[in-house]
Structures are given as C-alpha cells and as structure tokens.
Nanobody
C-alpha cells in the first residue's frame, strides 16, 4: 500500500488542523493505521492509532483529549484532527500502515508498521 499524507501547515497555538492520509490499494481496511511525529533532533514518536475497521483507537498521553484519529475505509483515508495545538506539537507527521491485528502495545512502535507516508510538516507558533 502507498500512503500520501497532507494537511500540514502553520497554525497559532490553540488552533486546529486536520491531517489526511490517503492510501492506494484494495486492502486498506486490512490495516491498523497509525500517526507518528518527529520533531527536529528527536526520535519518531507515536501519536495515535486506529484499528482496521475503525472501532478502536489509542493515543499518546501527550495528545489524548486534543487529537482524534478516524478512518474512512470507503475513501481509503485516515484522518488526524488536531485541536488545541501547542508549540510542542511542531513536527513532521507521518502516517503508517500495519497489517497485523489490533494491539495497542504493538501500535505504539514504529517498527510494527510496514508502510509509511512521506510526512507533512505541522508548525505551531506561540
């Protein structure tokens, strides 16, 4: 599967953005989908994940309550709605696909994912 992330940009603290990740291929509903981010000089970190059908989600503590992940299998797209953005959220955001069944302990590790999008930059100004 090929992934294309979009929707990044510059926003003021407290603002909102919605990221999209469009997937190619007929088996999008077979993948657990995740969002990760990487700030300059830091390791890639888990943000959120959603199960194959979209009924289960899991979030990093740093974004829980502010970000919402959703999945539209009919449109082969996963979204990340980001509200109450903070300067600390500034990073390149990546979507990723994991063919394994849903497992939050697995979903938080970048190595669990076989496919990655190219990343989209989110900059939050103070």
């Amino acid at each position: 599967v090929q992934l294309q992330a979009s929707g990044g940009g510059l926003v003021q603290a407290g603002g909102s953005l919605r990221l999209s990740c469009a997937a190619s291929g007929p088996t999008f509903s077979s993948y657990t989908m995740g969002w990760f981010r990487q700030a300059p000089g830091k390791e890639r970190e888990f943000v959120a994940a959603i199960s194959r059908i979209g009924g289960r989600t899991y979030y990093a503590d740093s974004v829980r309550g502010r970000f919402t992940i959703s999945k539209d299998n009919a449109k082969n797209t996963v979204y990340l709605q980001m509200n109450s953005l903070e300067p600390e959220d500034t990073a390149v955001y990546y979507c990723a696909a994991d063919p394994a069944p849903w497992s939050p302990p697995r979903a938080v590790h970048p190595r669990s994912y076989d496919y990655w999008g190219q990343g989209t930059l989110v900059t939050v100004s103070s």
